[in-house]
């Protein structure tokens, strides 16, 4: 007899989607799918549109990445316009990106991750929360929190109008550089995060790493999956959130492919199956092979456990020492825990608020020059940036008046769409046995692909007034045979 | 005291705009100076840039509910969400756990005087206006609110007005 387990929605977790858990007749799990709701029609909204609104429409997009789609938006301008942003814009919108970064990093992992590492994967749902987190780590790191953010998005505001959803990016610069006067403030705040930065890290070390039953979650074979790694490069190979080459890594650690960002549609495919709407991104020259790990696979992930994996180095020293500390710890590189994501995301943010002490000091930064206003049409334009979630590719064309005919974007959440199936097969396999399904269980079944950090929103405020979480059990009938409710 | 009004949605989602188009309506008729009425596009903690300070709050924003018909509206107090109500944003913090983290925080967290919530189904797509038969019944919903809210707040200070 075959049963149906659906976790739905999915807590913590931006927008909506639901699991389902397929069981065999001796109550093991047979096959698990990760189903999206996905609003469509986006592109329809956009065609007929001037190019140049773009970066005023996409970060409505999406509720948490606001600013990366905003950045892929504005770069995709600047190739639809074959414009290179002067030295000076293209140093102060990685300012802004860091500090998007940063203000990102530290959302995900205090109020997402947190709450199973420290207060426990299998504590009461309704003590693992962020107040739960600031329960145990106390309200000081709770304003840290809060303050981290709000001073990154202040540089956000500063450059891009206004945040969360920056508005002002311009084919070619900026709209808005610094002064002088500006510096002193742009350094405190990059000293500050990267304060906190280090302070987090340690946070990591003392409360996760000290304790041997997170370190063995993180290497259980239930949280592991084996594919190949996409990121973003620069010319030496480190890591590189705004700009560079697409690098692809297969399994083993070699690289298999590294492309111009333009090509993305040579190498990116995308799978249609009925169970979803998300389309399931793989290796196009692999040809899809299924929902498959390993030996074969042309499964590829994104993110931050992907940007170390795919990298050979960090760009910067504190970022890269600890890179090296937690690949000592999993074993090696490539790791294919994904519970380590979590680990990379703050090597990131330390890279990214190492990266801005670096911005705030070079002379570039109140240039006053920050606009290149020579634009010529191409009609074509693609804008790549790796968001927090992992490499997104924004794909405009035109008609010769600039008003687009054409958009394809290829979102984070997509990339790892197949492999978050597979990492929450694996982890049901290990967790669920049949119908007797406790609380703690789900929720680790749910941090399989909560590492994802993904995101399937375009922002809903809606207030569905039932139970956040919801498991059915059902029969091969299709009757429920049982409902765990929190 | 000071009060904000703030508006919430996504202005590319049509019915889900709704908030936003009723804090347009409200701005237009209040003129109290110690009411600020906003609009957001976010929720989570991105709200306490706008909140932190204020005296009393009022929210108004789309809502979906398993039998709500679209342009009915509820009102939520901060009471009632115990148990039952989960506001999704960004990254999974709820209004109530907002306000809970400030006060636990010790920032200066506004009273919670009402979230008005407007039915808009299950159908929302991508748009910048509202469906028609949302936009028909747009001005009673901003009247009730906008009683109900002319109810609820002090008197302004004679001095200030």
């Not at chain 2, 202005?11 to 701005?27: E, T």
């Not at chain 2, 976010?42 to 789309?62: C, K, N, P, Q, T």
Request: aromatic residues 8%; glycine residues 8%.
């Amino acid at each position: 007899m075959a049963r149906k387990i659906t976790i739905d929605p999915i807590t913590r977790l931006e927008g909506h989607g639901k699991i389902e858990l397929l069981l065999d007749e001796q109550g093991r799990v047979k096959d698990a799918y990760w189903q999206v709701a996905e609003l469509r029609g986006f592109e329809r909204f956009c065609l007929g549109r001037p190019a140049e609104e773009m970066p005023r429409i996409v970060p409505n997009i999406c509720g948490v990445c606001p600013s990366a789609h905003h950045m892929a938006a504005t770069k995709a301008l600047d190739d639809l316009y074959g414009v290179e942003p002067t030295p000076a814009a293209r140093l102060i919108r990685e300012l802004e990106f860091n500090a998007f970064y940063i203000e990102d990093h530290y959302i995900h992992f205090f109020f997402l991750a947190a709450p199973d590492f420290v207060v426990g994967p299998d504590a009461d749902p309704k003590e693992r929360n962020i107040l739960g987190v600031i329960g145990k780590v106390g309200k000081k790191i709770g304003l840290k929190v809060i303050e981290v953010r709000k001073r990154n998005r202040d540089i956000i505001r500063h450059i891009f109008t206004k945040a969360p959803h920056p508005e002002g990016g311009l084919p070619g610069g900026v709209p808005r550089g610094f002064t002088e006067q500006d510096r002193k403030w742009v350094k405190d705040t990059a000293v500050f995060s990267l304060d906190f930065a280090k302070f987090a890290i340690q946070l990591f070390k003392d409360v996760v790493l000290a304790n041997k039953s997170y370190v063995d979650m993180i290497l259980n074979d239930a949280y592991k999956l084996k594919t190949y790694y996409m990121a973003l490069v620069d010319e030496n190979n480190r890591v590189n959130f705004y700009d560079g080459t697409v690098r692809v890594v297969d399994p083993e650690g070699k690289e298999y492919v590294r492309f111009d960002p333009r090509d993305y549609d040579r190498y990116i495919g995308e799978w249609v199956e009925p169970w979803t709407y998300i389309r399931l991104n793989h290796l196009r020259q692999l040809g899809w092979q299924g929902l498959k790990e390993g030996d074969g696979t042309s499964l590829y992930r994104v993110a931050p456990l992907a940007r170390l994996n795919v990298a050979d180095a960090m760009p910067t020293p504190l970022a890269q020492k600890e890179a090296e500390i937690m690949f000592e710890t999993l074993g090696g590189k490539p790791a294919h825990h994904t519970l380590a994501t979590h680990w990379a995301r703050l090597i990131c943010a330390l890279q990214a608020a190492e990266h801005n002490v670096i911005i705030a000091d070079d002379p570039r930064l109140t240039s006053k020059d920050i606009r290149n206003m020579n634009l010529k049409l191409k009609n074509k334009g693609v804008g790549c940036v790796e968001a927090p979630r992992g490499t997104l590719f924004h794909h405009y064309e035109t008609d010769d008046n600039g008003i687009l005919t054409k958009v394809n974007l290829i979102v984070a959440t997509q990339n790892n769409s197949a492999p978050i199936c597979l990492s929450v097969k694996k982890a049901a396999r290990e967790f669920v046995q049949g119908p007797e399904v406790k609380e703690g269980f789900l929720n680790m079944v749910e941090m399989a692909f909560r590492a994802y950090d993904p995101c399937l929103s375009c922002a809903t405020h809606s207030l569905p007034g039932t139970m956040p979480l919801e498991v059915t059990i059902r029969d091969h009938e299709g009757k429920v045979i049982r409902k765990i409710g929190r | 005291m000071r009060t904000l009004i703030l508006g919430m949605g996504n202005p590319i989602l049509s019915d889900d705009g709704v908030g936003l188009s009723i804090a347009n309506i409200i701005r237009e008729r209040f003129s109290y100076s110690h009411v600020d009425v906003a609009s957001s596009v976010m929720i989570g903690l991105s709200l306490f840039d706008l909140i932190v300070g204020y005296d009393m709050l009022f929210i108004v924003d789309a809502m979906t509910s398993r039998d709500g018909k679209t342009g009915d509206l509820r009102k939520i107090s901060e009471q009632d969400r115990q148990g039952t109500l989960h506001l999704f944003s960004s990254h999974g913090l709820n209004i109530f756990e907002l306000m809970n983290l400030g006060r636990l925080c010790e920032l200066k967290m506004p009273c919670l005087a009402a979230v008005y919530g407007i039915e808009i189904g299950n159908d929302v797509t991508f748009g910048s206006t509202l469906s028609p038969g949302l936009k028909e019944k747009l001005p009673a919903i901003a009247e009730e609110i906008i009683a109900d809210i002319t109810s609820l707040l002090p008197p302004p200070s004679p001095s200030r007005e």
